[in-house]
């Protein structure tokens, strides 16, 4: 079956780095690929999101391009804030599947300390 | 405007006893999904609801079971808890369900009602 697998954490950063966090998935056909963000006690928010190959996302700062020659989807921002500080988790939406079915990876926590 | 709300944030439970959480969507939203979070996993699928019917459901055990009300609020009730049942549970909401062959797959979350089985 489909699956998303995500860079081992915890990443610890320093304030103005550069962040990448790893995510390449298994699927059939073209799913639509995302990046959810929990921050510190509140429910999981989209941060962005790409529905078809070459497509980049992009929100806050943050980017990911939907790679399908690579099957990735490598969450990127230029310069971590202490704010950026949450677990992130990469998601897929199989084609053709239930808009409320997500396949979630295990999530990376990042630390960015001032 | 309100988010996805939850009840209860938190509750204890132990072995062989039931549980019902409760979710009410975003206003307008009509798609309802539950989601089990295991400490340090992602969520994993359990189930959709849509105009009261069930349109998608995860490999979780009949143990668990779900229903969605004319106002689109649902529940999801897990019989015969086990320690492995403990876990964060997410409702999301959306404005409708797939499939699609575009599918934007946007879900809202809530914050998440912790279960903990002893």
């Known amino acids: 079956g489909d699956s998303v697998t995500q860079m081992e954490g915890p990443v610890t950063l320093s304030e103005e780095a550069f962040l990448t966090i790893n995510c390449t998935y298994t699927?059939?056909?073209?799913?639509?690929l995302f990046w959810y963000v929990q921050y510190p006690g509140e429910g999981l928010q989209l941060l962005l999101k790409a529905t078809k190959a070459d497509d980049k996302g992009s929100n806050k700062g943050f980017e990911a391009t939907y790679r399908k020659e690579t099957t990735s989807f490598h969450l990127e921002k230029g310069s971590v804030q202490v704010s950026d500080s949450a677990v992130y988790f990469c998601a897929l939406s199989e084609v053709g599947g239930s808009q409320g079915n997500l396949i979630f990876g295990k999530g990376t926590k990042l630390s960015v300390k001032p | 405007d309100a988010g996805v709300t939850q009840s209860p944030t938190h509750l204890i439970k132990t072995r062989g006893q039931h549980v019902t959480l409760r979710c009410s969507p975003i206003?307008?939203?009509?798609?309802v999904s539950w989601y089990q979070q295991v400490l340090g996993q992602g969520p994993q699928f359990i189930f959709q609801?849509?105009?009261?019917?069930?349109?998608g459901r995860g490999n979780f055990p009949d143990r668990f079971s779900a229903r969605q009300f004319p106002n689109y609020s649902s529940e999801l009730n897990v019989n015969a808890l086990l320690l492995g049942d403990s876990a964060l549970y997410l409702c999301?909401?959306?404005?409708?369900?797939?499939?699609?062959?575009?599918?934007?797959?946007?879900?809202?979350f809530g914050e998440g009602s912790r279960l903990t089985v002893l």
């Open positions: 699927a059939t056909g073209y799913p639509s």
């Open positions: 206003s307008g939203h009509k798609s």
């Open positions: 609801y849509y105009e009261k019917e069930e349109r």
């Open positions: 999301a909401s959306s404005p409708r369900p797939g499939p699609s062959t575009s599918n934007t797959g946007e879900l809202f």
